[in-house]
């Protein structure tokens, strides 16, 4: 980076010491990766110098005759992976995606049924403060207040009662597979669009140990960044008969020309979930994350639906008497990285909320196995049983450090 050095040293020191950051600590935030050498140039390349407008041989701009090659790779190769009718690639990240998905069959004031935000759904599921919860009438499911799993005899009375033109399947915080044919069913009952949201999930998805939702829904939105281990974009997956208005939702409907250079990265990285090493990465997040939460709960810890069937825990900190802002606090300091999050039925505000959310995807792509996650368990105890500790603290994270450096992360091995 010789040329942001000379250039803006200022924002070349903010890079730097974010590569350290991510190579010196342990990232547990479900919703973070580390990405290869292939997909970091690629997002660099020159191709984010053009503007392409509109689709394949349909451009507003000249200059596209590598760009619709780039672009239809792109679509062929989600089609292949996902087993999907339609592919559109362009969607900017994950929330436009869904936005545009609304676009395509509702108006505004039409009812939507999503998980509510609190017990694990997005903001864009329905949330009041977001812009589905503010031009919709948007209506949500919770957990089970007993078993903190979905219930979809509840889910199902709820559709019957309000009848809405899209259920939502998803979550961005439920440890669980959901039932993709129960909301199939539903949705069916009640005349409603399915959409599943698998921004979370889909690199479990593509690496064959989390069951498809693509069966089922009449669209399927994902980011390609998350378990997926892509550049920040996203996808939308269809049956071929909503192919247009879902195209013409994306763009004109909610943006103008899409970032190529994404698009081929999304490219690389559907050629890289493709392979028999993504396969086994993917087996070995769940691995890992079902150790972790298995050794939490022997120390005590109370996880939400008692374990995890992906890549990550959510864990109430309630018994613990400390915050999730706290103990998310004190676990960075100690060189441990996770996010607080809102429980269902959290008695807490949600900028200070009872628990943390913790996934394994990003240290997976370190190389860290099982006995990695005991060591990160017990670690995570001791923090939390002693979060004001400064000392501790310091020693733990120049722990963490000393054990990260023998497991380089994918994009920074020229630090370690």
Known sequence: MENVKELDPEIYSLIKQEEKRQADKIRLIASENYVSNAILETTGCILTNKYSEGYAGKRYYEGQQFIDQVEQLAIKRAKDLFGAEHANVQPYSGSPANIATYLAFLKPGDTILGMALPHGGHLTHGAKVSISGRYFDAQSYELDATTGLINYDTIRLKALAVRPKIIIAGHSAYPRILDFKKFREIADE????????????????????????????????????????????????????????????????????????????????????????????????????????????????????????????????????????????????????????????????????????????????????????????????KVISDPENENFLTKTAEEVQKLCSHFPAPGLEHLH
């Open 190 to 381: 009640v005349n409603a669009l399915l959409m599943v949201d698998m921004a979370h999930f889909a690199g479990l998805v593509a690496g064959g140990v989390h069951p498809s939702p693509v069966p089922y829904a009449d669209v399927v939105t994902t980011t390609t960044h998350k378990s997926l281990r892509g550049p920040r974009g996203a996808m939308i997956l269809c049956k071929a008969r909503h192919a247009q208005a879902i195209d013409k939702a994306v763009f004109p409907g909610v943006q103008g020309g899409p970032h190529d250079n994404t698009t081929a990265a999304i490219a690389v990285a559907l050629k890289e979930a493709a392979s028999d090493s993504f396969k086994k990465y993917t087996a070995q997040v769940i691995k890992n994350a079902k150790i972790l939460a298995e050794s939490l709960m022997a120390m005590g810890f109370t996880l939400i639906t008692n374990g995890t069937d992906n890549h990550l825990m959510l864990v109430d900190l309630t018994n613990k008497n400390i915050s999730g802002k706290t103990a998310a606090k004190a676990l960075d300091k100690a060189g441990i990285v996770v996010n607080y999050n809102a429980v269902p039925f959290d008695k807490r505000k949600p900028f200070d909320p009872s628990g943390i959310r913790i996934g394994t995807p990003a240290v997976t792509s370190r190389g860290f196995k099982e006995n990695e996650m005991l060591l990160i368990s017990t670690l995570i105890e």
